[in-house]
């Protein structure tokens, strides 16, 4: 079937403007997770929906980063006013939680440039 | 909190050399552990997990991990390298009970040399 999928692969924008990032997950996973990948930093956890409960978002880095997920299914995270320092991939992963054992399936990830 | 370190950012092996790539965690419960593989321009693949079944947990590609309590470790081995096995390998502690999300390590870079 299909796997996780996001878009676009690829992006490149100036500093200072707002970026959308989708993420399409596999049917029928209830969990949704976003993380992002950057030299510096290694992977790190940024926001996790599951089902209709509140997200945590205990890992975006700033106020200028949201994340939504609409319908139970696609998500889009925004980053606003980028800046340089939020070049990095942005990975998205989908699951069933199943017994506290999650495991997670990860999109090919986009590329975000910053000029 | 828990917490992964992998031992050596690199590793390079001869083709039909032994791999070992390093991962030590911190967990205050019980943890799930994890191996993902990324190949260049792609997204992780899942090789294995630990659940507190079997210890030693067999993988997709002929790896295997060894979950030891004692040592806090998490070890991946494969007999033999192939050319094919060169990537990049994440170690990964569920970071939550409550959420699941991913705890990585810095990552181990793996070059097979023919």
């Known amino acids: 079937g299909a796997g996780v999928s996001q878009s676009p692969s690829n992006k490149v924008t100036e500093k200072g403007k707002d970026v959308e990032l989708r993420c399409d997950p596999i049917?029928?996973?209830?969990?949704l997770y976003w993380y992002r990948q950057s030299l510096g930093q290694g992977l790190e956890f940024l926001i996790y929906?599951?089902?209709?409960?509140?997200?945590?978002k205990s890992g975006l880095p700033s106020d200028r980063f949201s994340a939504e997920r609409t319908g139970g299914s696609v998500s889009t995270l925004t980053i606003q006013r980028t800046q340089q320092e939020d070049s990095a991939v942005y990975l998205c992963?989908?699951?069933?939680?199943?017994?506290?054992?999650?495991?997670?399936?990860f999109g090919p990830g986009t590329r975000l440039t910053v000029t | 909190a828990q917490s992964v370190t992998q031992l050596g950012s690199h590793v390079s092996v001869s083709e039909g050399a032994l791999v070992l790539l390093r991962c030590n965690y911190s967990?205050?419960?019980?943890?799930?552990l994890f191996w993902y593989v990324q190949y260049p321009n792609q997204g992780l693949q899942l090789l294995l997990k630990?659940?507190?079944?079997?210890?030693l947990v067999k993988g997709i590609n002929g790896f295997e991990a060894e979950f030891k309590k004692s040592e806090t470790s998490f070890h991946l081995t494969k007999p033999s390298a192939h050319m094919s096995d060169a990537a990049e390998y994440f170690c990964?502690?569920?970071?939550?009970?409550?959420?699941?999300?991913?705890?990585f390590g810095q990552g181990t870079t793996l070059q097979v040399k023919p």
């Open positions: 992963a989908s699951s069933i939680p199943s017994g506290g054992a999650y495991e997670q399936y």
């Open positions: 049917s029928g996973h209830t969990a």
């Open positions: 929906f599951q089902g209709n409960s509140a997200p945590d």
């Open positions: 967990s205050s419960v019980p943890p799930y």
């Open positions: 630990y659940t507190s079944a079997a210890t």
């Open positions: 990964a502690v569920h970071g939550s009970s409550n959420t699941g999300k991913l705890i």
